[in-house]
């Protein structure tokens, strides 16, 4: 698998795009570069900062929320996979993990900074699937305006790093924590399926890393809409 990730590495700088079936990577990042993670992430809440190839949320607060910029995400993208890599540093509960959102997000008595233009225009829409909620007690899906998931028995260990998946498609969605299938919802085609993806805390300090969001071909690198996509992740699959 090494070998043919490297293969591929090796096809994409020398023609510069590889398709593989209708595989299409439609976000990436692993925050390597911050001149490029600034132009990806729009931080509603918390003290976000890019250090030391991640994205790390300092605050202790409540309903700290980042999420993926108008330039890097598509309205009409609602049968995708998301990937990304979880390590609580600190605090009381686990990570929220952020999809199919539209609208201006749940302020929760915060004064929200300033949410991407298209979601100004938009009807409130949030999902997060909340692990370690509840005091690190327990996990699920929860929603503003969707269908929620059952409770399952997961907690967060500090200093551990999770491996966090959510396969979204325009009638449901299923969950996985570190390779396991934890749990699904088939009955919610609420707006289709749409909504772009974001990364929380509540009353937690966290640092997320490899973020990766792509179509049902799989993670494998093409060109969406003309964007030259990279291959860290099929990489990192491969290890």
């Known amino acids: 698998m090494k070998k043919l990730g490297i293969f591929i590495l090796l096809c994409i700088l020398t023609f510069g795009i590889v398709t593989v079936g209708i595989a299409q990577i439609l976000f990436e990042d692993n925050f390597d570069k911050v001149n490029e993670s600034e132009k990806k992430w729009v931080s509603l809440w918390g003290d976000w900062e890019f250090k030391d190839d991640e994205y790390h949320q300092k605050s202790g607060d409540s309903n700290c929320m980042s999420i993926i910029t108008d330039d890097y995400w598509d309205e009409d993208w609602n049968d995708y996979t998301y990937e990304v890599r979880g390590q609580k540093t600190g605090g009381a509960e686990g990570f929220l993990i952020m999809f199919r959102c539209q609208g201006p997000m749940e302020p ?3 004064a929200l ?8 225009n938009q009807d409130r829409l949030e999902y997060w699937w909340n692990l370690g909620g509840w005091g690190n007690t327990t996990s699920k899906v929860e929603s503003w305006g969707g269908v929620a998931s059952p409770n399952t028995n997961h907690t967060i260990t ?5 491996d966090i998946k959510i396969v ?3 009638t449901g969605y299923t969950l996985y924590l570190n390779d396991e299938k934890v749990g699904n919802t088939i009955n919610d085609a609420t707006r289709d399926g749409v909504g772009r993806v974001g990364v929380a805390t509540w009353a937690t300090m966290a640092i997320y890393d490899d973020v990766l969001v792509y179509g049902p071909g799989g993670p494998l690198p093409v060109d969406p809409k003309g964007k030259i996509a ?3 992740g099929f990489l990192k699959a491969g290890r």
């Open 108 to 110: 929760r008595g915060k």
């Open 113 to 120: 900074k300033e949410h991407p233009q298209r979601m100004q």
């Open 158 to 162: 500090t200093g551990d790093w999770y």
């Open 168 to 170: 979204n498609t325009p």
């Open 230 to 232: 990279t291959a860290w």
